[in-house]
């Protein structure tokens, strides 16, 4: 029996552009491979900092491209952590969360609901010192899949300015959206002061790119060009400038259409089966976008327990703990596996959870 992935958070390999994405690298290599064959500037290529700065309405200079947002913003963590308690969502993203550790940062969890961050939790950490930064995914959240209300965006970004508080904004899905209206980032808002911007072009036309950037003051800019450069010197030039081809080419919206399209459906089935198999016995997020959903099961189950009697059957997630949620919650990513195998996973996994009459969720 072949296992079902609810773990992997990645694209599933039909939906990447590979021809498209190899026209664009020939292309590019011969077109400008004596720029990207050779090292070149830290900041990135040139040209796909010209256009995302044009996206975004800043000045080049403010843009640094990396090796994917992470890198990106383990630079930029580590140029601020010492500067006071950094505030994150709980549960979030764990690899932020590990790096932080590393780094030894005094890390403040900031609940998170159906609307995304707690803003009144959010403002009591405020009050109670200095912050160095708040880090926030308000869209499609990973591990969630919520989405932060633009009545919620706006007071963060008002609370922000009150504070003087540094919000980085970590975005890498808000163009993988399925339906409804996208609101406004906190950057949009914030008039591109006082909130980093960071996406990527992960999840939108390929991980392996490793295509990611950061919107940055320019004291930031110039601190995380620093980092780049007494790292590894120069990015990938070549996975930047075949980027910028595909760009350049006009691919991207039609590859989101097909994206949003095959993780639409991957979604849908989700949430049909989860309503199919668990009916009570569960609580879920219902996401416009993304990758993920959460899933919360009854109190006394332990999702890590579960984990591994999944793993038996054929099915794995990733347990909610391991972002910093409570014992039994899940991060279901539907993004790796067909509609077909979706509700098999759930099927499989639905059947090792305790009847839905005895179960009394929490909220
Ligand atoms: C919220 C979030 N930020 C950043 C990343 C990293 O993306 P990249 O491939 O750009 O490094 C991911 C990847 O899953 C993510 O979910």
Redesign the pocket.
């Known amino acids: 029996m072949e296992t079902i992935s609810f773990a992997r958070?990645?694209p599933a390999p039909e939906l990447l552009p590979v021809s498209e994405l190899a026209d664009c690298a020939r292309a590019a290599i011969e077109r400008d491979g004596r720029t990207i064959l050779n090292y070149g500037p830290a900041g990135g290529y040139a040209p796909l900092r010209g256009w995302i700065a044009e996206r975004h309405g800043v000045d080049p200079d403010r843009v640094v491209l990396?090796?994917?947002?992470?890198?990106?913003?383990a630079f930029l963590a580590r140029e601020l952590v010492a500067k006071g308690r950094v505030l994150v969502e709980t549960p979030?993203?764990d690899?932020?969360l590990k790096l932080l550790a590393e780094l030894g940062a005094d890390v403040r969890g900031i609940p998170l609901d159906d609307e995304g961050l707690d803003v009144d939790a959010l403002a009591a950490e405020l009050d109670a010192g200095a912050v160095s930064f708040l880090y926030t995914?308000p869209t499609f959240?990973?591990p969630t899949g919520r989405t932060l209300s633009t009545e919620r965006r706006r007071r963060l970004v008002e609370l922000a300015r009150e504070h003087d508080l540094l919000v980085v904004e970590?975005?890498?899905?808000g163009l993988v959206r399925f339906e409804g209206e996208p609101p406004p980032t906190l950057f949009e808002l914030a008039g591109g002061e006082g909130v980093v911007y960071?996406?990527?072009?992960?999840?939108t036309i390929a991980?392996g790119a490793?295509?990611?950037y950061l919107v940055l003051p320019h004291r930031l800019a110039g601190a995380v060009t620093a980092s780049a450069t007494a790292t590894y010197i120069t990015p990938s030039l070549v996975g930047e400038a075949a980027v910028y081809e595909f760009l350049r080419r006009g691919l991207l919206d039609p590859n989101l259409i097909r994206v949003r399209e095959a993780l639409r459906e991957r979604r849908d089935a989700m949430l049909a089966a989860l309503e199919r198999e668990l009916g009570d016995a569960g609580r879920w997020s219902r996401p416009e976008g993304g990758?993920f959903l959460w899933l919360e099961l009854a109190d006394d189950v332990d999702a890590r327990e579960l984990l591994a009697r999944a793993e038996a059957a054929g099915v794995t997630f990733v347990p909610g703990v391991d972002f910093g949620g409570p014992p039994n919650s899940l991060r279901l990513a539907f993004s790796f596996v067909d509609a077909g195998a979706v509700a098999e996973g759930v099927s499989r996994l639905a059947s090792l959870v305790p009847a839905a009459a005895s179960v009394q969720l929490a909220q």
Not at 66 to 73: D, E, I, K, M
Not at 170 to 173: N, V
């Open positions: 958070g990645i990396t090796n994917g947002s992470l890198q990106g913003l979030t993203y690899r932020p995914i959240q990973n970590d975005d890498p899905y960071g996406s990527s072009f992960s999840k991980p490793r295509v990611g990758y």
